[in-house]
């Protein structure tokens, strides 16, 4: 079983920065994958903020574009908040998916809470 390791998150005034970042307990991602980004704030349901398709697609949410940055090194992923606004405050989740095999497998990080107030 591949374990998900967020870290990164936090209290920030708005228009600050935070980096998140999460770490597969593999090293071996095969493609084609889809990795990513997700967040859920209270009374809300989970949405994606961002996600890199086979290392070369990115796709971010229209609400974050221009402002967050996802990059990926290796089994790590990371993203780059920037113009921090309350609205971004949620719990944040990292997804894998990839296959072994034959077999898709679907990966959540345990979540890291970014909240933005002054």
């Known amino acids: 079983q591949v374990q998900l390791a967020e870290s990164g998150g936090g209290l920030v005034q708005p228009g600050g920065s935070l980096t998140l970042s999460c770490t597969a307990s593999?090293?071996?991602?095969?493609?084609?994958?889809?990795l990513g980004w997700y967040r859920q704030a209270p009374g809300k349901e989970r949405e994606l903020v961002a996600t890199?398709?086979?290392?070369?697609s990115r796709n971010y949410a229209d609400g974050v574009k221009g402002r967050f940055t996802l990059s990926r090194d290796m089994n790590t992923i990371y993203l780059q908040m920037n113009s921090l606004k309350p609205e971004d405050t949620a719990v944040y989740y990292c997804?894998?998916?990839?296959?072994?095999?034959?077999?898709?497998?679907?990966?959540w990080g345990q979540g890291t809470q970014v909240t933005v107030s002054s």
């Open positions: 997804n894998m998916r990839f296959y072994t095999g034959t077999q898709l497998n679907d990966y």
């Open positions: 593999t090293s071996i991602i095969s493609s084609p994958n889809v």
């Open positions: 890199i398709t086979s290392g070369v």
